[in-house]
């Protein structure tokens, strides 16, 4: 069968690759789900796999399947699997378990062990081919009438962790009632962060750089959240004019900003880190006067990355809340499909070029 894949540490490398098919025998224990796969979502760390910045194959391979944001609709199950049913659609988790205390317990995405594995990216194969073989373990299930949307549960994922972190965090509070929020970044990210706060009811404020109207400008204001042009307003000023702020997500990919947002949170405020920031960036920082508002005002910091199935849980509620409250507003960010695994070029074209794209994804077979 086909897939895409490229070598990691060869730069622009991505080919299509041929690979036997997976059997649900392949799981131990009748335990095995055949899935096929319908989509797959592209995003940045692709991009980054792809330039050779990012990712590793795994063992015994000199190649790696990629694509982490899957949707796909189970084929077939093995004897002792009462979880799914031929028919069902799923998403697949991306990381999978390590040996840390974490991993024993089913919080992967926490792991303290220094190798880490996830699908489509590090020392696992992804998505993007024809048929996986899971344990159910691993699968999420998404219902019928989620099937458009549902290949935008992975990065859902992301920011239902970062939320729910945070807000256990705040349990420190005693009573934590967040009423403003700014979202820093209107990517795909940003957006879907942008959504589940003003579904939990906070007034959010969605910083990006390029001046409105655009599309990412529309969702946002569709979902009555504000869009900021960073070139209008800076964020600083912003946050003086919109805050105080309770909870910033931090999304932009752009290290700099998380400066800017540590001054801008407020009192009691946490502030989330979802940015994957690859490079050396140098910066100098208004240190003291950033450290005594820290300390002051009893902020809070916390990074957060990936997501274990609690949190692509917490995702499929919120893509259903979404579709009842917001009908469609979910679809429009499917800006591009391709068709097809044998039209990788254009899947990457689109990835890196395309203007005005949020979500960039393969349609494998018909949903
Ligand atoms: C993925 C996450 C992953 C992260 C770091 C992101 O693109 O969506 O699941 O943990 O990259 O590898
Ligand atoms: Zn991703």
Excluded at 84 to 112: C, E, K, N, Q
Excluded at 228 to 236: A, G, M, N, Q, V
Aim: charged share 25%; aromatic share 8%; with cysteine.
């Amino acid at each position: 069968m086909k897939a895409i894949a490229v070598f990691p540490g060869k730069p622009d490398s991505v080919h299509l690759a041929d690979l036997p098919e997976p059997s649900v025998h392949d799981i131990p224990g009748g335990r095995g789900v055949r899935v096929k796969v319908l989509r797959v979502g592209v995003d940045g760390t692709d991009k980054e796999i792809n330039a050779a910045e990012y990712g590793a194959p795994p063992e015994g391979f000199n190649y790696l399947v990629i694509g982490h944001e899957s949707l796909g609709r189970v084929e077939e199950v093995g004897a002792n699997v009462t979880e799914l049913r031929p028919g069902d659609y799923v998403v697949a988790t991306v990381r999978r378990p390590g040996s840390s205390i974490y991993d024993r317990i089913g919080a992967y995405d926490m792991t303290t062990d220094s190798t880490y594995y996830e699908r489509g990216i590090n020392l696992r194969h992804g998505f993007l081919t024809e048929y996986y073989v899971e344990d159910p373990e691993y699968l999420v299930k998404v219902p019928q009438g989620l099937k458009e949307v549902g290949v935008l549960l992975e990065p859902a994922s992301v920011v239902e962790k970062g939320i729910a972190q945070a807000y256990e965090i705040q349990r420190r509070l005693r009573v934590w009632r967040p009423r403003r929020a700014a979202v820093m970044g209107a990517g795909t990210i940003g957006l879907l962060a942008t959504l589940a706060l003003r579904l939990r009811g906070l007034d959010v404020t969605a910083f990006g750089r390029n001046p409105r109207p655009s599309l990412n400008s529309d969702l946002i204001e569709a979902i009555g959240a504000r869009y900021i042009s960073t070139l209008e307003l800076p964020i600083l000023e912003g946050a003086r004019k919109y805050g105080p702020l309770d909870l910033i997500f931090e999304a932009t990919g752009a290290s700099p900003v998380v400066f800017e947002s540590m001054q801008a949170l407020g009192k009691n405020g946490v502030l989330v880190l979802s940015s994957v920031t690859g490079g050396d960036r140098k910066l100098e920082v208004p240190a003291d006067k950033i450290n005594l508002e820290f300390v002051l005002g009893n902020k809070v910091m916390v990074g957060t990355v990936n997501a274990n199935r609690e949190y692509f849980e917490m995702g499929v509620k919120d893509l259903a809340q979404a579709e009842a409250e917001y009908p469609g507003w979910l679809g429009r960010l499917l800006t591009h499909r391709v068709t097809g695994l044998d039209n990788y070029r254009d899947l990457f074209n689109k990835l890196t070029q395309a203007n005005g794209a949020i979500k960039v994804f393969c349609e494998v077979a018909e949903p």
